[in-house]
């Protein structure tokens, strides 16, 4: 593959000296050894001096050994970014690592395994469906109006911190099979084609669903207690239009297809 090549191989002998000779010129960034943390920092200030920032297309980290953070900001606002290969080993990424890239569109996530605090994917308008396998932990704001052309999985993840899916799009289903706690505001504004799917949510805290734009239905169908807050539903257009599941146990508790205190556009029973 053509491109900037950047080898390393003693962690933290990269120097400002070696990123100078690089041309920068080229769309892709391939990068490859041993670095820490000192090098990956030198690495993101380089990019954001030059004019590789406006240019980059393809960045290649696949070959990196010793890291196990990616630093904030690392490729935001990379505006022309298509394609990132991530180092083969766990991986957390800091706040705004990806914020606005809008053409970012092929990503490797199998080895992300936390997103540090806020706003990681913001502004990322071009996602693929995608898996976030081994995601275990994740900040405030990682989606903010960000748009995923096809359904999006996090299989590990347990607690969906506040505005997690701010104006998120998702063009499928968003599906959160572990996710048993949702902070306030966590889907607000969100706009899903298919399912929200949060088979083992117990807690929605407040105004979980501020202002939910779409969404084809929302399954809720732990046969455990949901506890609600009072503003967990707030009324609004796409509440109205969406079906939602609950177990059979909940039978009881649904009138007229009102429950948690708004009126849903069907309620259907099922389990998990």
């Not at 996090?154 to 099979?177: D, R």
Request: neutral net charge; charged residues 25%.
């Amino acid at each position: 593959m053509d491109g900037m090549r950047v080898s390393v191989f003693r962690p933290g002998s990269l120097t400002e000296a070696d990123l100078s000779k690089l041309p920068t010129g080229k769309k892709t960034l391939i990068v490859g050894g041993e670095l820490n943390d000192e090098d990956m920092i030198l690495l993101r200030d380089w990019i954001k001096k030059t004019p590789i920032e406006k240019s980059l297309r393809t960045v290649d980290l696949s070959g990196v050994s010793g890291i196990s953070h990616l630093p904030a900001r690392m490729f935001a606002r990379c505006r022309r970014l298509r394609e990132a290969v991530l180092p083969a080993v766990p991986l957390a990424l800091g706040s705004q690592t990806f914020a606005y890239t809008p053409e970012l569109s092929f990503i490797h996530t199998d080895q992300i395994t936390e997103i540090d605090t806020f706003d990681c994917f913001a502004f990322c308008e071009s996602l693929p469906g995608l898996n976030f396998a081994g995601l275990e932990q994740a900040g405030s704001f990682s989606f903010r109006k960000s748009v995923f052309k096809d359904s999006v999985s996090f299989p590990k993840l347990k607690l969906l911190p506040p505005y997690i899916f701010q104006e998120t799009t998702v063009n499928g289903n968003l599906l959160l099979p572990e996710v048993t706690c949702c902070r306030e505001d966590a889907f607000f504004g969100v706009s899903v084609s298919g399912t929200i799917d949060l088979p083992n949510c117990t807690e929605l805290g407040y105004g979980v669903f501020n202002e939910m734009r779409a969404a084809e239905s929302i399954r809720l169908t732990t046969d455990r207690t949901i506890l609600l807050n009072a503003r967990t539903f707030p009324e609004s257009p796409g509440m109205k239009n969406t079906v939602l599941y609950l177990h059979p146990n909940k039978r009881t508790v649904v009138r007229n297809r009102h429950w948690g205190g708004v009126l849903w556009k069907e309620v259907l029973f099922d389990e998990n």
